[in-house]
């Protein structure tokens, strides 16, 4: 059952960098970091350490005994905490606090929380963050206060990484130099400039591209023990993986051994270019003594003018890669070049990042030049080799001077909090969220209302503060009409604005082009202030636009609808002609031009709902009022007698899944197993649960369901479409619930659609969990549907979130979702009673003429906060501010729609 949380950040350019763990060397322990590691699980006195929460890439120390001598370092690969997701996977045999970690050596096992201290926590630019509780009150207040002193959203309060900085220690893998402690990562280099995934700016003869890098590959220089020399060319991750065992995200690096002892890699060698010596079979183990990139794939996606056709040919010094943020995606084992004027600085110009001219200059490797990245590793430039030549010198590289491998980390990140105010921490008093709902907002989000005024209007603008206590956020307006007003709105009645929303590390095109630096049209996000973006351009130059002056790069992959340029009437040509118009034209305001989108259309042979959905795709609130055309109505004059549970009628006209139904005479085993069911239906039904079955085609069924008392659900009914195949019952039923596009549960999508285990849309932890013919039933679907999908707290129903369940986190986002999906709900009553199923009319008349009064009744005192109300829908004692407001402008709504089945006082 995938989730229904958005993902965040949106750093198109810096996730595409994952975190390796080369594992080539074991490193020293380092006593200083330990004594760091020591002292802060000692801040949870009083509580055992095991109940620290783990990350994945969290960096451990792990020992068994308290001497630093049986203290190695490790990085968390994997928490558990997804159990429920694979069934057949061996992490279900982990027992509770155990972790499987994985040491410098490579060597990985499975331990007990009790035998780890951790001691640092990595993060991306933009990552969503909360406090770690105790240990990070400490860190934040005063020793002396009380943990009762702090705020009451200290540990609900949420925030976004602005900022990091990282400090590293190293130690040389080739010499026996000293270690090098606390050097800030800005001095370090990657091994290699360009990254899979990564955007760069492709300049050449005058024409600038936006490019996403698609593959890399690399020319490798080996030398023999026997002397010999020779390149093996266009090198990729599947050859690498043939001819050497290290670890699988370890990239190249001059000092690693290949080994060339089967038949496919002695292929290779004898297929290899060599400018020493000869192949011969005995040569079996070789050093990389040089990796040169020789090829590039890439996507382009955006460009300075129009020009007739994109390069065909990749010039790898007319590249240069948006790497604003490389400084951060290293870890422990990582390996990295050590530039020759970092050993030349201070130990404190080490730790500030700082570099003197009078270092610099003298520098035969400056840190940010990207033609002499390669070159670092090399006597003689990589040049010599594609013309054939290999002189002296270079088979004597000093590369063993300059590679050097990361033994430890220390992380201190800037966190921008919901309230506006802005912290310093270290990494270890922060956790990720992990899961983060489609109504938590973070400051510089932009929003819009969610339902349109009465003028069928709806506003934007950039939130710049929310209480996470009262489910409110400000919101800077950018709509023309209100533009740069402070509006207060409950967070249920907003939804994310994707098309305008950017991350830092995000990279952008200018919808206008700059006149004074027109080589200013594209760049990467590097800090965000309010609606003002902060963008490094690609010859290193900052300016500032505003949120909706920009466009994101990873929106702009262009290529056709079928994906084979030969099956189309246009030109490649044409197509970069036509993306680039689009292009200029994209806005907020342009994509609501039907004009416009027609004409982008019919040249493209699209959908003109592909095309509109981005901008205009009724939300959750929005739906019912928006989009459904309510039928006219008169409240019956008389009352309307109880349905019965089970009925037989003529037949199901709008039912949804009649398309599946076939014409043929269905099997006599068939109609036997469809008249037990009846039967079955008839005689067991609960009173909350009423079903139809058709005469005409008795492969159709329809159910109503209302929900339970103490679940979000209360005095709510549901509406379910049901269809048997032709094999059932040795296949499951197929059931749609009538959403009205609203998603009131993990488990009921937008499109009607029902994850449930017994349906086989989902697999469960036991096979016996799935349908089993001669055992399971519609009933037993429809008892499922009521009592574990619409439950008292629908959002541990997302796959995993049961794991959470009693900690901090997952206890503030069920509150927040239990409140969200009342409000959800009482639209799609809304909606529900505006344009109910022809043939479960009667029901829904009889059932708000049995309960409309008390309906009423408990959302007015639901307003009150009066704690009967609360109790039966299972908020708590003090719902958010947030909610009462949002729930309050949506009662005359649902009271008006409920006016067509009862007459309301």
Known sequence: MPSNSKRRPNNNNNNNNPRHHSNTQKSRPNNNNQQKSNNNNKKHKGKPVWDIEYFEEDIVQYGKKKSSLYMQYATVTDTFDDLELDSKDDRRHAKKNELRIAFLSGKEIKTHKKFLTLVDRSFCHGDVVRRCGPASVEASHNDQQSETDTPANFTAMRGTIQDIELHVDLEFLYQRKPFLKNVNSKLLRHLHLFSIGNFMMYDTRGEQWLAKIDDVLFDVVLQFLDGSVCMIKRVDEGLFHLMTTQDDSCPLFPGQVFLFDTPDTQKLLRNARFFRGAYSPSLEKGLVINVIPSEMDVDFVAWKEVYPHPPQDIDLDCCRPFTHFKYTNWTIADVGIVPDCVLQLTQEQRESGQIPDSILELSQDPLRSTESHYDLLTVNPPQALKRGELPDEYITTNFSLKVARITSTRTTVTVLWQDGTTEKVRSVDVCSLKHVDDKDFFLSDVVRTATPDEHGKRYYGVVVRVDPIEKTAQVKMLSPEKRDTIETYPIFDLEEYEELTHSIGDVVTLLQRSDDNPNHWAGEIIGIEADDLKICYSDQEVGTKKMDDVVNAGTLVFEPIDGDDTDSDLSQGDYLELANEMMDMIDHEVWENPDIVERIDEKLELSTTATSSETDVPSAVSTPAATEQATCFSPPTSAVPAPPRFELIKNIPDHRLARKSTSSQPTGKFVKTVHKEWHSLEKNLPPNIWVQASEEDISLMRACISGAAH???????????????????????????????LKINPNLYENGEICLSLLGTWHGKKESEGWVEGTSSIYQVLVSISGLVLNNSPYYNEAGYELSRGTEEADENSRQFNENVVLTTLSHQTALFNKPPKTVLHIVQNFLQENAKTIVQHLDELVETKEQALRLRNLTLQPS?????????????????????????
């Open 711 to 741: 679940t979000p659900y209360y005095k709510t009914i549901h509406v379910f479409d049901i269809w048997l195949p032709e094999s059932y019952p040795a296949e499951a039923p197929k059931v749609l619930a009538q959403s009205y596009g």
């Open 881 to 905: 501010q947030g909610f009462l407001t949002s729930i309050k402008n949506r009662i005359p709504i649902y009271k008006k729609s409920m006016s067509n089945h009862v007459q309301m006082k």
